[in-house]
């Protein structure tokens, strides 16, 4: 027999992922904006991947199909993967990614719920320790032509010079560590004419529609303030610090939020629940931690966007960090507060 | 690559440290093995595993003379306990020192007891109360329904009742996921 | 004026539904020919039965005598004939049964002597012995005797009274019609409580979304003095008693504390009410206003008798096609009835009629994502997905350590899961099967001790016996040496357990006609003693003889359990 509650608010784990889903769709929208349609392609390569392969993982596990298949949490690893992939990888690339990280990072470790890293993150990782080329190359801007743009992704024509070019970031440690070449952040951000500063074309824009989405989603109590906040200010904090003290060797507080998946990273990825942090103080540790990796990896690191690397480590520590910050329950506060040991 | 070796070690040594810390710092200072036995054993002290009593089995246990699964009031529940205690392998309760069955307790029908005292006796933990040639009487919270009382009555008086559930004494059910609903399909 | 108000953390909004229920007076509910009334109406031990079968009972007398102090008597709801005294099943979600007092009614409502007093030339003391006699409890549900209540704790005086009109569940309006209709009545109550633990104020909380209730009780607590009504923000679980007296005064009472302890207690208004009832006219508590509402064409309330069947309310609410289901209390809280045959208990604020369209079954259930909104909703501050996960686990140790004993069961949480996970389910499985464990193991403690005791005096009487023995010996060995008599200091050997064993022995050795002999003989005995009524009971008091008739019918229940002949004694 089944106790109270009798009421329930009309909620499901379906409406909570196509949220997010719907979240992300101006940002989507600005990336088809200064990157090409090839991004939609590359979404909708990584959905199918998604669907099939959790289809077939509920089969094999016995697990009721078609209520876990609609519930939407494949889509959002799927479409997470395809956003932090460059638009221009190669389809195989992109299934085989989305692949790994629903059969290995999802349900190896039990399906919806259970999984204790980021299933996109785990697939961002080990894309790029594998595949480094592949994993960098992006449009250059301009290069939005798409069926051009789909030559690339589909006959695995390896890209023309042409059309790539390194991100921001991928060059700012490329020619930051070479130090015959005396270049300076301000020299490199300055030298192409999408990159850099406040305005410019690019990523600026799709960070700002990140945030919009980000917002929607604490208006509609998806998320709650603490990841983002915590992600976002301690990056911040940390890249204006240094960028103070040298400001030729390291990138500036505004470059770090709107450049690669720091902005995603904040509202869509380090915001997961299942993997995530859950007790308020946890998530403020969870979200610092993240960024404060972030940017070490970001600067010091062989691989040019920390965040994939800083929210798998910082995964790791959230049994960690649950267990040591539950918050005083009701009427225990002040004797919490005097004897923490009972 | 030699700074990521080094961090990585470094890491290694910090988290290693830690645990070791943890370890010293949260250690749980242990009965001995007998205690620790014996306060999983349900201390009926029926003596079907074979042995007078639940400490005495507790200690054949510890010194490796007794299998695990010997004892049917403690039952599968006991065993996995006991199992997850000694680090061994859970083997099914055997069935030669009998079956696991729901509590019960002893009950005399005072009509036709004739004071005998043979059950005073045979109870191990002095839960019948009377005294020669009068009526004895059950003292039920104190009864662990070992039966040990049962046979050495001469007039038959002694019978086994199951305790019955009160409201006070109900356990919710474990709650019963329905899987078979294939979503809204 | 009250500065401010607090706010507890938590809880959610869910529709109130509260209109359907309050657009007629409160009405009497008729008089059933037959009640149940259930002995146990009150958290804490159950009355002992004072009547027998046969026994005529007027209304308001006491039926049940309180068993310690931490117990409420229990009276006839009318008068009539006492038909049995015997297990029933109880209006509880395990559907189990426990003894009840079955009344005949003779519809003439004829009332025991009342006998109000005035309680301001009575002392606290024997104002709360009257409430345990009266058996006032806990209306609000919680069933919790009230002079227990109203005992100055260690930490000394009750300086705040807080009373709750706040019926924050949906559907449920039962304190709502009574605030509005007997104001008056609940303050003279309230006064009554008051004067018992001499507190200095008095807050009424009311939630703001009852303005008639507000402005009945404003209206009646402007002649006395010090009682201030509050109104407070309308959100589900603002009646729950820790959360009210959270948001009236900012004092958090933690699990396992009593508000005495922090100079506050908190009573339902319903309560206050009987209380005035109680004592200012001498009526023991027979009758509560009881909600009917969800899918009936006549949701009202009802003035209902103790031991009315809830079928016989049912009708006069008239449920209407698609109920599948009754719910005793609210849909947040309350339960599933097991059948409608039940009676109306103390406890019952409420009979819901459920239909899928009002209650919609909850989807199937899915794992936890960890979305933190239960933990958003929970009132406690609990972790409710933590405490899931270790109660689906069963690792019970971790969940005590995060606290699961403070849940109130509110189910906020399970309210806004969207993985639709019972939780509350998970915790009470947890909660009963704790209590349950901590039973077994104190039991088993006692069973060590008393076995190892045993051991001790059984290895004790042995030694001395041998040296008993060695004594003899000795002294006849001494004895023998001097030629002499046996010594005279040799003790007597009484070695009381072993006497009787030869009463065993001979037994197996007799032959089958002498066995058969002894059989009739016992046959014999068994008829004959089972025969005899009790002796000498004639002058015992009323509770004394309650207590022999208990026991009788505990031994021939048992009887029965053992199969053996079933010859009760009367
Ligand atoms: S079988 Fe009986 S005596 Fe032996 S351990 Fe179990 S309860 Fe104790
Ligand atoms: S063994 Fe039987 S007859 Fe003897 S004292 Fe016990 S109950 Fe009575
Ligand atoms: S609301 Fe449900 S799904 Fe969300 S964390 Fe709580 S238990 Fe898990
Ligand atoms: S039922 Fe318990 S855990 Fe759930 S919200 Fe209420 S108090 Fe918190």
Redesign the pocket.
Known sequence: MNGSPHLHLPVSVRLVMFKVLAALVPGIAVYVWFFGAAILVQIALASAAALAAEAALLRLRGKPVALFLTDGSALVTAWLIALTFPPIAPWWLTVTATLFAIVVAKHLYGGLGQNPFNPAMVAFCVSIVAFPALMTQWPAVGFTDFSAQMAVVFKSQSAQDAVTMATPLDALRTQLHVPEARATVAGILGSHASFGNIGGKGWEWIALAYLAGGLWLLQQRIITWHVPAAFLVTLALIAGGFSLGEPDRFAGPVFHIVTGGAMLGAFFILTDPVSGATTPRGKLIFAAGAALLTWIIRSFGAYPDGMAFAVLLMNLCVPLIDMNTQPPVFGRKAQQREKPHD | MLSALLVMAGIAVVLGAMLGFASVRFKVKGDPLVDKIDAILPQTQCGQCGFPGCRPYAQAIAKGEAEINQCPPGGEEGIRKLADLLGKEFKPLSVEHGVEKPKQIAF??EA?????????Q?CPVDA?V?AAKQ??TIVAPLCTGCEL?VS???????AMVPVPETVETWKWKYPVVQIKVAGHA | MLATLFKFRGGIKPDAHKDESTRTPIAAAPLPARLVVPLRQNAGSAPLALVGPGQKVLKGERIGAPEGNFSAAVHAPTSGTVLAVEPRMLPHPSALSAPCVVIESDGEERWIERTPVDYAAESPDALRDRLRDAGIVGLGGATFPSHIKLQPGAAGRIGTLVINGAECEPWITCDDMLMRERAAGIVRGIGILRHIVSAERVLVGIEDNKPQAIAALRAAAAQAHGIEVVPVPTRYPAGGEKQLIRVLTGIEIPYGRLGTEFGVQCFNVGTAYATHRAIELGEPLVSRIVTLAGNVARPGNWEVPIGTPIDALLELAAPQAGTDRYIMGGPMMGFTLPRTDLPVTKAANCILAASPALFPPQGPEMPCIRCGACTHACPAELQPHELYWFARAKNFGKAQEYHIFDCIECGCCAYVCPSNIRLVDYYRFAKTSMRALEREKAAADAARERFEFRNVRSEREAKEKAERLAAKTAAARQAMAGGGQPAGTTPSVPAAPTT?AE??APLPQLDEAKRALIAAAIERARAQKEAVQPKNIDNLAPEKRAEIREIEARRAQVRELAKTPPEEPV
Do not use: F
């Open positions: 005399i029908d036709l007891c004739i004071g005998c005292t043979l059950c005073t045979a019948i009377g009526m004895h009382c050495p009555c001469p007039v038959d008086c002694i | 009787t009463a065993a």
